[in-house]
């Protein structure tokens, strides 16, 4: 290792200028995030984040970001496991537009799915005639939020489900087990560290989402406004101690996740080089 | 049997949330003709926003490129204690909500920001303005280069440029004439992925943008006017340049991800 430094140039001007840079764009203006809000004091602080209609969002933004992720979590293993294991027309093509929630913008998600759901859409239509309403109520957030957490379980399952040997799975048949079986003891305990990942992933994404959830959430105070909405609302009312309070929890909650899924990521490393 | 079941639960879940809204963005672009299509595009708000976006990519992703190259080159090329957080810090921004991207420009340079009064004072204007866009999308899109390059940079090694080094090359034309161009690839695809989100960032830009038609006004948020105005055509018209710039990004992705596969490099992990 040190033998590299002696032989590679460059190595305290680049580690200087990533540290500057990072430290200007992301570490100063969070710190004063964090700053902001603790000069407000831990009473008006915890009066912010208890606040009943504050309470509500976050219970909608956890909520909603959890189910999403779960339908992704049981739908993203299907369709890795069509994608690593089938051959079918266009299987590319496929392959190329699941990635598409990464790289569509989130507004343009944002009022497709509203147009969709809205009661004279044409999914909104025959599910409002079933008397299930999706635009503006709570169903409506889950649904954009899992729309843009859909790639995620797909693309941590995938790569370890080529990885997969099927001879594992061909021994564990020859000794008896049922194709039920084989999946449950053998292909599932291999795939479980990626899939905790991806849904991890997805339910990170979800927590923060802004612009494909606003349109079609209706956003009514108490009971389809997600937090980073009232985020926003805070900051047009100038109310930037209490936008700051809000914003505090949501990125504790995301520094966590973010931990979280680099422990999951060498766990899955772990559990796929073994 | 069972494969065909398990292939036609697949399809109808992708058919629904991508297929299905991919076809519903064009229907809506296209409902009232093409002359209706081509006159939302062309309307002089549409095309200011369009100029603002692509001024507000053609600053943010340089700036992330270089930061990117940087940033690849201490991570990869040298071992150093502190290098998990470093890689952990790279992420954040991945992770931080876009409002909140938002709020902390606004924090720092608003009116009752820190810096705010001061900047005032000397007559800048940061948010609610050009500059404003700008660090907001340099915030939210930081991670994407570096993110690309690092672990094609790692599965090089260092051997070629140890070999350059010995041989007499100095450290920037190592850099220029052997790395950048070995994780040429991966450098690509980082910069097309910036630029995707960079033009379609919308929770970042919209906290600090201020909403100022023609002048802080980005495609996106040009959207998001035109659709609260009922004007539900010319929105889907707009939209549709965004979703074509999606489809670009996604055919790149591909073709880079099967030269590598032929090339025998494992892709970058995905964002």
């Given at each position: 290792?040190?033998?590299?430094?002696?032989?590679?140039?460059?190595?305290?001007?680049?580690?200087?200028?990533?540290?500057?840079?990072?430290?200007?764009?992301?570490?100063?203006?969070?710190?004063?995030?964090?700053?902001?809000s603790?000069?407000?004091?831990?009473?008006l602080f915890w009066a912010a984040v208890t606040a009943p209609r504050v309470v509500a969002s976050y219970r909608l933004t956890f909520g909603a970001s959890?189910l999403a992720?779960?339908?992704?979590?049981?739908?993203?293993?299907?369709?890795?496991?069509?994608?690593?294991?089938?051959?079918?027309?266009?299987?590319?093509?496929?392959?190329?537009?699941?990635?598409?929630?990464?790289?569509?913008?989130?507004?343009?998600?944002g009022?497709?799915?509203t147009?969709?759901y809205a009661?004279?859409?044409?999914?909104?239509?025959?599910?409002?005639?079933?008397?299930?309403k999706v635009a503006f109520t709570p169903l409506g957030v889950v649904t954009a939020l899992?729309?843009?957490?859909?790639?995620?379980?797909?693309?941590?399952?995938?790569?370890?489900?080529?990885?997969?040997?099927?001879?594992?799975?061909?021994?564990?048949?020859?000794?008896?087990?049922?194709?039920?079986?084989?999946?449950?003891?053998?292909?599932?305990?291999?795939?479980?560290?990626?899939?905790?990942?991806?849904?991890?992933?997805?339910?990170?994404?979800a927590l923060g989402e802004y612009g494909s959830v606003v349109f079609i959430a209706g956003n009514m105070p108490m009971r389809t406004e997600i937090a980073p909405l009232l985020v926003v609302t805070k900051l047009e009312q100038y109310d930037y101690g209490g936008a700051s309070a809000i914003a505090v929890v949501m990125?504790?909650a995301?520094?966590?996740?973010?931990?979280?899924?680099?422990?999951?990521?060498?766990?899955?490393?772990?559990?796929?080089?073994? | 049997?069972?494969?065909?079941?398990?292939?036609?639960?697949?399809?109808?879940?992708?058919?629904?949330?991508?297929?299905?809204?991919?076809?519903?963005?064009?229907?809506?672009?296209?409902?009232?003709?093409?002359?209706?299509?081509?006159?939302?595009?062309?309307?002089?708000?549409?095309?200011?926003?369009?100029?603002?976006?692509?001024?507000?990519?053609?600053?943010?992703?340089?700036?992330?490129?270089?930061?990117?190259?940087?940033?690849?080159?201490?991570?990869?090329?040298?071992?150093?204690?502190?290098?998990?957080?470093?890689?952990?810090?790279?992420?954040?921004?991945?992770?931080?909500s876009p409002v909140i991207?938002g709020l902390?420009?606004?924090?720092?340079?608003?009116?009752?920001?820190?810096?705010?009064?001061?900047?005032?004072?000397?007559?800048?204007?940061?948010?609610?303005?050009?500059?404003?866009?700008?660090?907001?999308?340099?915030?939210?899109?930081?991670?994407?280069?570096?993110?690309?390059?690092?672990?094609?940079?790692?599965?090089?090694?260092?051997?070629?440029?140890?070999?350059?080094?010995?041989?007499?090359?100095?450290?920037?034309?190592?850099?220029?004439?052997?790395?950048?161009?070995?994780?040429?690839?991966?450098?690509?695809?980082?910069?097309?992925?910036?630029?995707?989100?960079?033009?379609?960032?919308?929770g970042?830009?919209s906290v600090?943008?201020?909403?100022?038609?023609?002048?802080?006004?980005?495609?996106?948020?040009?959207?998001e006017?035109?659709y609260n105005?009922?004007?539900?055509?010319?929105?889907?018209?707009?939209?549709?340049?965004?979703?074509?710039?999606?489809?670009?990004?996604?055919?790149?992705?591909?073709?880079?991800?099967?030269?590598?596969?032929?090339?025998?490099?494992?892709?970058?992990?995905?964002?």
């Amino acid at each position: 290792m040190t033998r590299r430094h002696r032989v590679l140039p460059g190595f305290g001007l680049s580690l200087g200028f990533t540290l500057l840079y990072a430290s200007l764009i992301v570490v100063v203006p969070l710190s004063v995030l964090v700053l902001r809000s603790a000069a407000s004091g831990p009473g008006l602080f915890w009066a912010a984040v208890t606040a009943p209609r504050v309470v509500a969002s976050y219970r909608l933004t956890f909520g909603a970001s959890l189910l999403a992720a779960l339908i992704n979590g049981v739908f993203g293993i299907v369709v890795a496991w069509v994608l690593v294991r089938h051959r079918f027309p266009a299987r590319r093509l496929v392959d190329a537009l699941v990635d598409l929630p990464f790289a569509l913008p989130t507004a343009v998600a944002g009022i497709t799915l509203t147009t969709l759901y809205a009661e004279t859409g044409w999914l909104g239509r025959p599910l409002a005639q079933a008397g299930i309403k999706v635009a503006f109520t709570p169903l409506g957030v889950v649904t954009a939020l899992t729309f843009i957490g859909l790639p995620f379980v797909v693309r941590t399952v995938q790569p370890v489900l080529q990885g997969l040997d099927p001879e594992v799975e061909e021994a564990a048949a020859s000794l008896g087990a049922s194709r039920g079986q084989t999946f449950r003891r053998v292909v599932l305990p291999a795939l479980l560290p990626a899939w905790i990942t991806g849904v991890t992933l997805a339910f990170a994404r979800a927590l923060g989402e802004y612009g494909s959830v606003v349109f079609i959430a209706g956003n009514m105070p108490m009971r389809t406004e997600i937090a980073p909405l009232l985020v926003v609302t805070k900051l047009e009312q100038y109310d930037y101690g209490g936008a700051s309070a809000i914003a505090v929890v949501m990125l504790a909650a995301s520094f966590l996740l973010l931990l979280a899924v680099n422990r999951l990521q060498a766990w899955t490393a772990r559990a796929t080089s073994s | 049997m069972l494969g065909a079941a398990l292939v036609a639960v697949a399809l109808a879940y992708l058919g629904l949330f991508l297929v299905i809204p991919l076809v519903a963005v064009l229907a809506q672009a296209f409902q009232n003709g093409v002359a209706a299509y081509l006159a939302a595009v062309r309307e002089p708000m549409a095309l200011a926003a369009l100029r603002l976006t692509l001024v507000t990519a053609a600053l943010a992703v340089p700036l992330n490129l270089v930061f990117g190259v940087a940033a690849a080159w201490a991570v990869a090329k040298f071992e150093f204690r502190g290098k998990t957080a470093l890689v952990t810090l790279i992420d954040l921004p991945f992770a931080v909500s876009p409002v909140i991207a938002g709020l902390v420009f606004i924090l720092l340079f608003g009116r009752q920001g820190t810096l705010g009064p001061w900047l005032a004072a000397h007559g800048f204007q940061v948010v609610f303005a050009v500059p404003g866009l700008v660090l907001a999308t340099v915030f939210v899109t930081l991670p994407f280069v570096a993110r690309e390059l690092i672990p094609v940079m790692q599965a090089m090694g260092t051997e070629e440029e140890e070999a350059a080094r010995l041989l007499g090359a100095g450290g920037w034309t190592t850099l220029f004439r052997v790395t950048l161009p070995g994780a040429k690839w991966g450098l690509l695809f980082g910069v097309i992925l910036s630029n995707a989100r960079a033009m379609g960032e919308f929770g970042a830009v919209s906290v600090v943008s201020g909403h100022i038609r023609g002048q802080t006004n980005t495609l996106p948020l040009h959207v998001e006017i035109l659709y609260n105005e009922y004007e539900f055509q010319s929105a889907f018209a707009v939209a549709s340049l965004l979703t074509v710039l999606a489809l670009v990004t996604l055919v790149a992705r591909a073709l880079v991800e099967w030269r590598s596969e032929e090339r025998g490099i494992a892709p970058g992990p995905r964002p």
